[in-house]
């Protein structure tokens, strides 16, 4: 348009500006209603203290926000986030963060050293829906993810996710203590066991029975459930099951693709997967790591206690338990 001028643009309205709820696991914040982008404000404290590793069992455990996994963040596509972090002035040694939702030099972690005392601040813009995993990112970075120092950020879709009736915050680790599996005490990490990659410990949310008993996921016969599972690693890769359900839907990778009616599904270290089921009957469905002694040996066990009538159509229990004729055998 040679010679033509154009009226100059109207100025973009400010983004509405929100304080991100966080929430310690196995919860995770409520969906986001809003139609449009957001500038959310993050805020992060990183805490080191002593917690239960096991039963008998305490591990100094370095944090995002005092839980194992971290606080669950919870965000929408577009939105500008604001993150401040800060590091508790008891900490020991420096941290910073690096989520795998932003694009940017070193996912953030160039931008937030910090020292003990000391807080820093980041903007980055959400460009990409999914599931990503956070972790600190300072040297030696195998020790500060293996003390528990990785959790879980949501981009949601701008469109949203499909309601569901439950979601969880679900997430592995493995752990690394001089002290044999059940030694009693507050266990130090242990270098060289990691650097063989021969965990001691490997347990969904921080510990050793951390999803079962009172601390056991719950719903209802004929609920729609959502888990964000990730997968914090340092070392192992998950083969994530639930004994007794089949994976209506795997968005394997925590992508935007999906998978259906998956057993098993496999999530790496530094990864994430949201899986979605449906529970047709009661009882208790067991989560696992079907790397099966990890399970049964090492700790990666959780509960989903399921309430409901029973569905003798869908599942009956036990009808028959007794000998059988020695002919019956075909011998």
């Known amino acids: 348009?040679?010679?033509?001028?154009?009226?100059?643009?109207?100025?973009?309205?400010?983004?509405?500006?929100?304080?991100?709820?966080?929430?310690?696991?196995?919860?995770?914040?409520?969906?986001?209603?809003?139609?449009?982008?957001?500038k959310v404000v993050v805020d992060l404290e990183m805490v080191e203290q002593?917690?239960?590793l096991s039963d008998g069992v305490t591990y100094e455990f370095w944090t995002f926000g005092g839980t194992v996994p971290g606080s669950f963040i919870r965000i929408r596509e577009g939105d500008t986030v604001e993150f401040h972090l800060k590091n508790r002035h008891d900490s020991h040694v420096a941290h910073n963060i690096d989520l795998h939702a932003v694009t940017g030099t070193g996912g953030g972690?160039?931008?937030?050293?910090?020292?003990?005392?000391?807080?820093?601040?980041?903007?980055f813009q959400a460009l990409n829906p999914g599931l990503y995993v956070y972790h600190c990112a300072m040297a030696p970075v195998g020790m500060h993810i293996a003390n528990g120092m990785y959790g879980l950020i949501l981009v949601e879709p701008e469109e949203g996710l499909p309601p569901v009736d439950r979601e969880y915050y679900v997430m592995q680790g493995d752990f690394y203590t001089e002290g044999d599996h059940g030694a009693p005490g507050l266990q130090p990490f242990s270098?060289?066991?990691?650097?063989?990659?021969?965990?001691?410990?490997?347990v969904f949310n921080g510990s050793e029975g951390a999803l079962t008993g009172e601390g056991a996921l719950t719903a209802n016969a004929g609920d729609k459930v959502r888990l964000f599972v990730g997968n914090g690693g340092p070392n192992l890769v998950s083969s994530f099951h639930v004994i007794g359900e089949?994976?209506?839907?795997?968005?394997?990778?925590?992508g935007s693709k999906y998978q259906e009616n998956v057993q098993t599904t496999l999530i790496p270290a530094g990864g994430a997967a949201m899986v979605e089921f449906t529970t047709e009957v009661p009882g208790n469905f067991i989560l696992v790591d079907h790397s099966i002694f990890r399970t049964f040996n090492k700790g990666a066990l959780g509960i989903l206690s399921v309430d409901g009538e029973m569905k003798p159509e869908i599942y009956t229990g036990q009808q028959f338990s007794g000998e059988y004729p020695e002919a019956e055998g075909g011998r």
């Open 1 to 38: 348009m040679n010679g033509c001028t154009t009226g100059k643009a109207t100025a973009e309205a400010p983004l509405p500006v929100e304080q991100a709820q966080l929430t310690a696991p196995p919860l995770v914040p409520p969906p986001i209603s809003r139609k449009g982008p957001a």
């Open 109 to 123: 972690a160039e931008a937030t050293f910090t020292l003990p005392g000391h807080k820093t601040q980041f903007t």
């Open 191 to 202: 270098l060289e066991k990691a650097v063989d990659e021969h965990p001691t410990y490997v």
């Open 246 to 254: 089949i994976f209506d839907r795997v968005f394997y990778e925590g």
């Open 50 to 52: 002593e917690m239960r």
